[in-house]
């Protein structure tokens, strides 16, 4: 759904949709989405930008990377950004972004792409490090065992790799 600025001249725009698994390019990520996924968004114009407010509502599933069991992600999160247009930073030569307005989007074109704001969010939002649980006891570095499901009975010094256990073999 492309948001156009020649709308938005008219009226501000409100938004809501609902987009299910595979609606989204996620296959780069390390992630999958586990359901649908909905946003609510406010749409309007603020001088030449286009400002987009709303919340992203979303499960996604990886793999937890302590003990490579599969990590529940649910993601909620809420968005406020100012999306430039892109042809205006090639005519301003001087153009920089100042270190308080990192978060700007572009758009080129007649306006913004609602999926492509989606997408990024939910990019955004997704942690570094995935675990499946805070207290996750992960892998056993000799055994290999998933210590939130066995206990083993190997004496370890601590390693705080999980994938320890490989460079044994
Ligand atoms: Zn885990
Ligand atoms: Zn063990």
Known sequence: MLITRQELELHRLTVSKTYLPGALDF???KFRQAGPLTVGAVAELAGREI???GHISV????????CLDRAKIPVERDFDLPYRPMEEIAREEEFEI???ELEVGFF???????????REQVLLSVPMKIVCRPDCLGLCPVCGVNR????????TQHEDSPFAFLRKK
Do not use: P, W, Y
Request: net charge negative.
């Open 98 to 100: 100042a270190e308080d």
């Open 148 to 155: 939130n499901i066995e206990h083993c009975s190997c004496s």
């Open 59 to 66: 499960r996604l599933e990886a793999v937890c990377d302590r």
């Open 51 to 53: 400002r987009i407010r």
């Open 27 to 29: 296959q780069e990520a």
């Open 108 to 118: 080129s074109g007649e306006g913004v792409n609602l999926a492509d704001v989606v």
